[in-house]
């Protein structure tokens, strides 16, 4: 039995908070934390998957803090080694094969040294390849012992034939290693897709491995994958910390790579991450490029995007909201498109959700996202619903840290 929601709801933002502090600006003094709150930060770091990047920065003197968070270091250095050696094979055949591949986000930084390993835990690895080489591509991947477990409008998400997800708290060594396959950079905010493809594609592509064409190009990425994240409520701190980091390498021109190329439309969306990096990391933005980033931001989003804190915006905020990221229409037009794919899923969304029961851990078990659309519209209108995601982590971090398998979570739901 969990405590009241009401009591983790605000635990969750408190540490939420507070972890974002310590990370950004470490050596703050220990929190004078209950048991309770000191297990919801253990669920907040493994959520925003900053775990071990606190064991390196946090000096918070709480032995079981301290314990936690060095298991999770070690273990995400563990998974790494087993992420880079699958890396130098997917080079290998890849230019074997003739075959021109960029690794994305977490393999990108890590390429140019901005973490250590050990420092950033990576749930997967994202590949881009070009439309006319996705075939291949999907050979390659078969070939090393994969299976394609299910594909959306993003990308096709490929599984070890072997080897089972680990169902405790936080990262583990042997958790399985994902491949994301894309053929193209985009996101909805919150129904038309923003595509930066182009600029994410290296001019002169070479068989095996390459590298983004600039800091400026893999900065577009992050921060575009950012934006979709805050449209879903699903943001993490690890994200905020990325870009903060690139960003303290940045030159103008990096800078400049937001607008020139392949951009057909202001980068309008990027306002929104860099305020809230912003917030965090003062000085790291510079004060010219919020400015101009504010010019092309619509002004709805613009003006909500100077009050939102990390916790409103990710999976540290408890509830379900019915209209997550509404605020992200560009027009009325766009607004109407939303509230009827919220009121009547089209086809393509109600099979990302059930690829997503099937495949998501985190989601099996639970009766409340098999349930009937009018059925979840009514209760969203009659009484406050708790996040799958983050009761799964919630229940993790109050629990015995131990492998368990996937079992029905028990809820207190109270206002």
């Known amino acids: 039995m969990l405590p009241p929601l009401r009591i983790v709801r605000h635990g969750l933002r408190r540490t939420t908070e507070a972890l974002a502090a310590e990370l950004a600006r470490p050596g703050g003094a220990t929190p004078a934390w209950s048991e309770l709150d000191w297990r919801l930060a253990a669920a907040v770091a493994v959520a925003h998957g900053v775990s071990p990047l606190l064991c390196r920065c946090c000096a918070w003197e709480n032995p079981p803090w301290?314990?936690?968070?060095?298991?999770?270091?070690?273990?995400?250095?563990?998974?790494?080694?087993?992420?880079?050696?699958?890396?130098?094979?997917?080079?290998a055949d890849a230019r074997a094969a003739g075959l021109a591949m960029v690794?994305?986000?977490?393999?990108?930084?890590?390429?140019?040294?901005?973490?250590?390993?050990?420092?950033?835990?990576?749930?997967?690895?994202?590949?881009?390849?070009?439309?006319?080489?996705a075939a291949a591509a999907i050979e390659l991947l078969l070939e090393l012992g994969y299976v394609e477990s299910f594909a959306q409008w993003k990308h096709r998400v490929f599984k070890p034939a072997t080897g089972r997800p680990y169902a405790g708290l936080g990262e583990h060594r042997d958790t399985p290693v994902n491949i994301e396959l894309h053929t193209r950079i985009r996101e909805r905010l919150p129904v038309s897709a923003v595509d930066i493809t182009a600029r994410i594609q290296p001019r002169e592509p070479r068989p095996g491995l390459n590298p983004y064409p600039s800091s400026g190009a893999l900065m577009?990425?992050?921060?575009?994958?950012?934006?979709?994240?805050?449209?879903?409520?699903?943001?993490?701190?690890?994200?905020?910390?990325?870009?903060?980091?690139?960003?303290?390498?940045?030159?103008?021109?990096?800078?400049?790579?937001?607008?020139?190329?392949?951009?057909?439309?202001?980068?309008?969306?990027?306002l929104p991450p860099l305020r809230l990096v912003a917030r965090h990391y003062p000085k790291v933005i510079p004060a010219a490029v919020l400015a101009r980033l504010a010019r092309d931001c619509p002004s709805?989003?613009?003006?909500?995007?100077?009050?939102?804190?990390?916790?409103?915006?990710?999976?540290?905020?408890?509830?379900?909201?019915?209209?997550?990221?509404?605020?992200?229409?560009?027009?009325?037009?766009?607004?109407?498109?939303?509230?009827?794919?919220?009121?009547?899923?089209?086809?393509e969304a109600r099979k990302e959700r059930a690829d997503m029961v099937r495949t998501q851990l985190w989601l099996q078990g639970q009766s409340w996202v098999t349930s009937p659309h009018r059925r979840r519209i009514l209760t969203w209108l009659t009484r406050p619903v708790p996040r799958m995601d983050t009761m799964y982590v919630v229940r993790a971090a109050l629990e015995p840290l131990a492998p368990k398998t996937s079992k029905k979570l028990t809820l207190v739901i109270s206002r």
């Open 300 to 347: 709805l989003l613009r003006a909500i995007s100077r009050r939102q804190t990390l916790t409103r915006v990710s999976c540290s905020e408890l509830w379900l909201h019915a209209l997550p990221g509404i605020e992200w229409s560009r027009s009325v037009r766009e607004a109407g498109r939303y509230l009827r794919n919220r009121v009547s899923p089209p086809d």
């Open 103 to 133: 690794p994305l986000k977490g393999s990108a930084l890590h390429a140019l040294g901005i973490y250590a390993p050990g420092e950033r835990p990576m749930a997967d690895i994202d590949l881009l390849v070009r439309e006319d080489d």
């Open 220 to 270: 577009s990425h992050l921060l575009l994958h950012a934006a979709g994240n805050m449209c879903g409520r699903s943001l993490r701190l690890l994200h905020l910390h990325d870009i903060a980091l690139l960003a303290a390498r940045m030159t103008d021109d990096d800078w400049n790579v937001l607008w020139h190329g392949d951009a057909a439309e202001p980068p309008w969306w990027a």
């Open 66 to 91: 301290r314990r936690f968070l060095e298991s999770q270091r070690k273990h995400v250095e563990q998974r790494h080694r087993r992420i880079a050696a699958l890396l130098q094979r997917i080079d």
